[in-house]
């Protein structure tokens, strides 16, 4: 499998006119990159903001994740340069979340090349303990993090793209995590969201299957263990997902992008952990990473995607319920591979923060207004960046970034500068 991608990676940065001198065996592919929960949990489980969750509880988990979440920060929408710190072997995901409830944000990523997760403890001003690891299954790339039994503390789920199961991890609340207990989904899990798909009130876990063009919902019990998974066909091969409710019936959807189709497909929960038939939308050439949010202020949500190929990303507005007007692309002048959306500059408008992963850097995209967007401004990351989330990891109100770097085994912070330093 590795081989097949490295094959295909090195194709499009040829097609691109990138220099794939440097691609390695084990690297993995523009595909696999949608392994990548952005802070986007759903761009939101894995972004937080000043030790907070996202629907304003203290510095414990959500009872529910929101399906979706506009994170605002303080800041002028610029970055202090990167610190780097190491984690396990290969990372291609990263989250944010309190662990240990003292307040000040962590840091979690899943490392592909070891089968760990690496947690990093925050201390408050930005910086970050030595990384501790705990097992997965084969090959984790999509990460997760909630309260699955409700006891107040942050767990982990990450998704096994070689062993074909999501391993959960619980927290005890001080930082620390019990061993993994692995539940069987359809072949691929490439992408994995929390949300509670049956209105029992307990988190479910939702992955996109791409080798078997499923989408898989694990039931939660509430106690932290799973039901049998139930599945959905969609759009063939899906590589990113995202969980929100398009038509505002109270019942979780969901949208995923096909990098092989060059599409999105929204299906509408049906609030039995299932999804109804697929209607597909096409965007940029290969998309790998979805992301959702109110890009025009409209009140209507939005569907962004991230193309490297095409070095662009896709915009599909919200127009009548539950349906998406024709993409409107912007270019990008670099080669996003995953995405996170939150107010960066508090003006009330959403920001794209995206890693640019042949560059080696992070892209901020401002909007403008009504859907518009400035240039990007890059600012540098560390070797093969291909995740990315937001969070206050400082406690001055500024949203910071962190970034998964794949080909150094490293995590890069970038601090946001204060508005009003």
Same mark, same amino acid.
């Given at each position: ?164 199961? %999501?391993?959960? &991890?619980? +927290?005890? /609340?001080?930082?620390?995590? $019990? *061993?993994?207990?692995?539940? #069987?989904? @359809? ?104 992301? %959702?949010?109110? &890009?025009? +202020?409209? /009140?209507?949500?939005?569907? $962004? *995607?991230?193309?490297?190929? #095409?070095? @662009? ?109």
């Amino acid at each position: 499998m590795k081989a097949a991608i490295h094959v295909a990676l090195t194709a499009l940065m040829a097609a691109a006119g990138v220099c794939a001198c440097e691609v390695q065996d084990n690297i993995i592919g523009l595909r696999v990159l949608a392994a990548a929960s952005a802070g986007g949990m759903d761009n939101d489980p894995v972004s937080a903001s000043g030790g907070r969750s996202l629907d304003g509880n203290g510095g414990g988990p959500p009872a529910s994740l929101p399906a979706t979440g506009t994170l605002t920060g303080a800041g002028d929408g610029t970055f202090r340069p990167l610190t780097d710190y190491p984690v396990g072997n290969g990372p291609v995901s990263v989250a944010i979340g309190d662990f240990n409830a003292d307040g000040k944000l962590d840091l979690v990523t899943a490392d592909s090349g070891v089968d760990t997760v690496s947690v990093l403890l925050g201390k408050g001003d930005g910086t970050f303990g030595v990384k501790v690891d705990y097992g997965t299954g084969r090959e984790p790339y999509p990460l997760a993090i909630g309260d699955l039994d409700a006891d107040g503390k942050w767990d982990i789920v990450v998704g096994n793209g070689s062993s074909d199961t %999501v391993s959960v &991890l619980l +927290g005890t /609340g001080d930082g620390t995590f $019990a *061993t993994k207990v692995d539940y #069987a989904t @359809a072949d691929g899990p490439y992408s994995l969201k929390l949300g509670d798909l049956n209105g029992d009130g307990a988190l479910d876990i939702v992955t996109a299957d791409q080798r078997s063009a499923r989408v898989s919902v694990l039931p939660g019990r509430g106690d932290g263990t799973f039901a049998t998974k139930l599945d959905s066909a969609t759009t063939q091969e899906p590589d990113s997902l995202v969980l929100a409710d398009f038509d505002n019936d109270a019942k979780l959807d969901v949208v995923t992008s096909s990098y092989s189709s060059g599409a999105v497909a929204v299906q509408f929960g049906t609030g039995d952990g299932r999804f109804g038939a697929p209607t597909d939308y096409s965007v940029a050439q290969s998309p790998q990473f979805v992301a %959702v949010g109110d &890009l025009n +202020g409209d /009140g209507k949500l939005d569907i $962004a *995607t991230a193309s490297a190929a #095409a070095k @662009a990303v896709s915009l599909l507005f919200g127009s009548t319920l539950g349906s998406f007007a024709k993409a409107v692309d912007r270019a990008t002048e670099s080669y996003p591979s995953a995405l996170a959306l939150a107010d960066l500059n508090a003006d009330r408008e959403l920001d794209i923060v995206a890693t640019d992963t042949f560059a080696s850097a992070v892209s901020v995209l401002l909007g403008s207004g009504g859907g518009q967007f400035a240039d990007k401004t890059n600012y540098r990351a560390g070797p093969h960046p291909i995740s990315v989330a937001l969070g206050d990891l400082n406690g001055d109100s500024t949203l910071d970034i962190a970034v998964a770097n794949y080909d150094s085994s490293s995590v890069s912070v970038l601090l946001g500068a204060s508005a009003a330093r």
